[in-house]
């Protein structure tokens, strides 16, 4: 017989668990009114996620830094608790896009909400742990929950790209599984610090294996991250799901996909692997620059805003292939700017949609559409314009502050040739954000049209969220400093 | 003994699996691979893992029965699919590719030991070792694979239900198209 073994409650730090118990009691408090009062109005199910998400974000800022929980497996240190607050923040502002004016057939549903919350949940916990099993867990709980999400918008294109998010998400999913594998024949554990110790013992040998295992672990978050070459679902995906999924989609995710590859990479580069630095060097630049090229000859606003954001995402991940402390805390700095930028494009965009209204074949939101929206409607023109420009890294908005940044970041870390890419890239990406600019301030509206086209699915609470974005927007040359601070003292205390 | 088990098993799951992959028979691939999964068992059962063993043939059998059901609803299986023996290269090539896949990775690993975290104890069934380990170590994983599951059933049930065919043609206030 095994002998008994007892565990006191203090040993197993109940704390480090509450964030995501919040959230995933949230989702189920909203199954369980569901099914006591059928027919709820959506609004309030959007309050009580706000609330949830609000509950969760108070739990994850009482949280102690650099402490371990239930047997080693969470892992609570200034990384994991400094995305957990970007994605609550950022899923906060953009659930609150639901409140349009227009109906959906998604906001029709209580399990929307349920699922939004557990897919918070499961982001939180794929950041709050070096295990790659309960990674990999958090990970499909939050997948699964997107891919539905996704087909409840219930058209033709959004069934299109949830399959193909599914299949792309599937095949990752084998690709992360087979790593995790070889890395566990390798060394005898799923833990990250316990798999680099191993590793770093034996001299990482044999080499050939941990190659296999770092390039299925790269191709894994190649696709959950959308770097080229993995990123051929993107595009579609964000055609085919709602403008305000689709804003979602481009910076949430994403932070819990850049917290375990830096976890991962971070470690292997920082033990002296070369060539693993090699081959993101390699992603990083086809990132950027195949990006942006080919959202240079996009035809739809979506569209040319999901290879922007692919190429965004280049930039931090050459931030992250850098590794110095400058890059790391210049990561979140980044994405944090980029995340509200983003969030005002896509509110933009999500404001203007309108059942009926067909200006293209097959997009919801050609260039055309916006001809000559400053006649139309100014400060709805000057807002857009205000992200295009933003996007496009012009001083002295946000994102500049951030590419500045990372671009200094690299020069520091003797990159300079990335750093001279990186400007490059900047220069291009300007080309189609000034396109949908010279589209609204020089062309001719169509005739026949008011502005009221814009303003189609307004309600207040958009236009609140497109104030905070906008003033976010404007007024970052005061906040860059605060949250730079912010970042690198968490950045700091988990050691990168 | 133990030697010829293994290459005998290993032989007829390789072989069950080529067979899911390249057959164009939809049932011809999933009984390839049910007994596939259940001749995966056995190599289980050789390493004296016979909790695992028994999990894979309830757990994977199991889902391949309902993959099973689901195959005959969505294809016509009393058609006759004729197998294409046209792709002999792209078969040979990954024949060959899988092998030195497989060689790559196992010999090293074979060739040094590998201390595992949680060594099985020698008097106790795997049962309660494996038991021991999931309620402790893997306690948390095992909790949010129970939301997982939760998350695919919510999923599910919500994508099946009946509103999502009675909105998408005729609810003209829903659809923009």
Known sequence: MLEKITIPLEALNLPTLIPMLIAVAGGLTILVVDLFKKDLDKSLYIVLSILFLTMDLGAVFDLELNQRGFFNVMLIDGIAVISQIVMIIASGLFILFAFSSQRFHEYRYPEFFALFLFMTAGFQFMVASDNLILIFVGLETASLSLYTMMVLHNKDKSFEAAIKYFTMGAMAAGFYAFSAMVFYGLTGSVELYKIFEVLHMRGFEPMILVLVASIAMLVSFGFKLAVVPFHTWGPDVYEGSSAALAGYISVVPKVAGFVVVIRIFEGLINLGIDWIEYILYGIVVLTMTLANIWALVQNDVKRMLAYSSISHAGFVMAAIMIGTTQANSGIFLYWILFAFTNLGAFAMLWVSHKRDAKYHERFDHPFEKFSGMVRLMPVGAVMMGLFMITLAGVPPFSIFWGKVYLISSAVNAGYIVLAIIMVLNSAIAAYYYLKLVVHMFLKEPITGRDGSVYMANASTSLKVVLGIAAFFTIASIFFVSPILDFTSFYMAMSGF | ?177
């Open chain 2, 1 to 177: 003994m133990e030697v010829i088990a293994f290459y005998t098993f290993a032989i007829a799951i390789i072989a069950s699996f080529l067979i899911v992959v390249t057959s164009k028979n939809v049932l011809y691939s999933m009984s390839a691979l049910a007994s596939g999964m259940v001749l995966i068992s056995g190599l289980f059962f050789l390493l004296n893992a016979e909790f695992l063993g028994v999990v894979q043939i309830i757990v994977y059998t199991g889902a391949v029965i309902a993959l099973y059901a689901f195959a005959m609803i969505f294809f016509d299986s009393a058609k006759d699919v004729k197998e294409s023996r046209r792709s002999r290269a792209i078969f040979l090539l990954s024949t060959f590719s899988s092998i030195l896949l497989v060689l790559l990775m196992t010999i090293p690993m074979s060739s040094d030991a590998v201390s595992a975290l949680y060594p099985m104890h020698q008097d106790v069934g795997n049962a309660q070792d494996v038991g021991m380990v999931l309620f402790t170590k893997y306690l948390i994983p095992f909790e949010v694979a129970a939301v997982m599951l939760l998350v695919a059933m919510v999923g599910g049930i919500v994508m099946a239900g009946k509103k999502m065919d009675r909105y998408l043609g005729n609810d003209k206030e829903e659809i923009s198209k």
